[in-house]
Nanobody, 118 residues
Framework: HVQLVESGGGSVQAGGSLRLSCASN?????MGWFRQAPGKEREAVAT???????SYADTVQGRFTISKTKTVNILYLQMNDLKPEDTAMYYC????????????????WGQGTQVTVS
């Protein structure tokens, strides 16, 4: 059973930076970050597959960077130039590859970490 534990959220002023971390007990997973703001639907922020296969939402492209360690399975989201509209609960998610690629739906989720930008 895949377990995900997030950390690193908090409050920051606009223009600031935060780094989120997510530790997984399994390797070789497609992983990603999602977020949900109050009253809004959950949206994908960034995902990382095999090799250098990364994708970003248009709203965070150029400001956020997703990465994953190779030796210890930790997923990161470096968030720079944060904006008030980035305020949301951020969730780490994972799923096993399908045909070598990330699937559309993720089945494993962390508990979430709050990011507040003022």
């Amino acid at each position: 059973h895949v377990q995900l534990v997030e950390s690193g959220g908090g409050s920051v002023q606009a223009g600031g930076s935060l780094r989120l971390s997510c530790a997984s007990n399994e390797y070789s997973l497609c992983m990603g970050w999602f977020r949900q703001a109050p009253g809004k639907e959950r949206e994908a922020v960034a995902t990382i597959g095999r090799g250098d296969d990364r994708s970003y939402a248009d709203t965070v492209q150029g400001r956020f960077t997703i990465s994953k360690t190779k030796t210890v399975n930790i997923l990161y989201l470096q968030m720079n130039d944060l904006k008030p509209e980035d305020t949301a609960m951020y969730y780490c998610a994972a799923e096993r590859f399908v045909g070598g690629r990330c699937p559309d739906d993720f089945g494993y989720w962390g508990q979430g970490t709050q990011v507040t930008v003022s």
